[in-house]
């Protein structure tokens, strides 16, 4: 019943670019950018010259990177590198100084905080900016709620849940808009160690069930080498080093079993 209203997205589907103007566009990509960079350099500081601004202002250079649909990213590095700044490019909240974009339109965005509305009920913060019948949206919500183990939670009040459950309903509110493209912000980074493993497996099925792709911050390495397909460090506002996890031989708590060598890695990587 719930995948009557939410279904697996189908390669044939176009996606909508992003308001950025680009080269690329490539249908087996959600996400792809060349030599990308971000400066909130003054106008003062900018060279006449070339009018671009100095090496030393760059948030972000030389980003090129792509992201395939279905496939699961994460972005590690230490605070201030720049991570969160490429989820606001992606996203469309900033706008790029170097560099071309393409990027999916039909995204959902996940915080550490789960931002619902504290004057809603869970079911309508689910479908809020959502048009359709009272009916169809609670009908919408409902289903949406039971798939993240919330049955029975439509009219209670944001205040009434865990922080876990807050994240459920996150979830839910992406969900009900069919995205193509998860932009997650540490967004299990406020809960215990065991809602956080939880959590992980809810999102890991998910992914699997619906087939969008996700690109995660995240400081946490053990979690994203549980979650993803590829591993991507920034440091110094450039892609450092990349890593592709194999996830076709996997331990019983979903981990690749060789996850503490890649872990150990990670670490002395980021030092």
Known sequence: MFKSIFHKRHDAEVSEESTYESNINDSDYCVSMENLGISFASSESKNTENNSATNSSFVLKNITMRIKKGEFVSLIGRSGCGKTTLLKIISGLLTPTEGSIYATSRQAIGFQDARLIPWLSVSKNVVFGMEASKQELEDIAHLALCQMQLEGYDNKWPSQLSGGQQQRVSLARALVRNPELLLLDEPFGALDALTRFDMQDLLNKLQAEYGWSTLMVT??????????????MIKNGEIYKQWHINRENLDAQNRPVNHSEIE????????
């Open 219 to 232: 400081h946490d390495i053990a979690e994203a080498v549980r979650l993803s397909n590829r591993i991507i």
């Open 264 to 271: 150990d890695e990670l670490r002395e990587a980021l030092q």
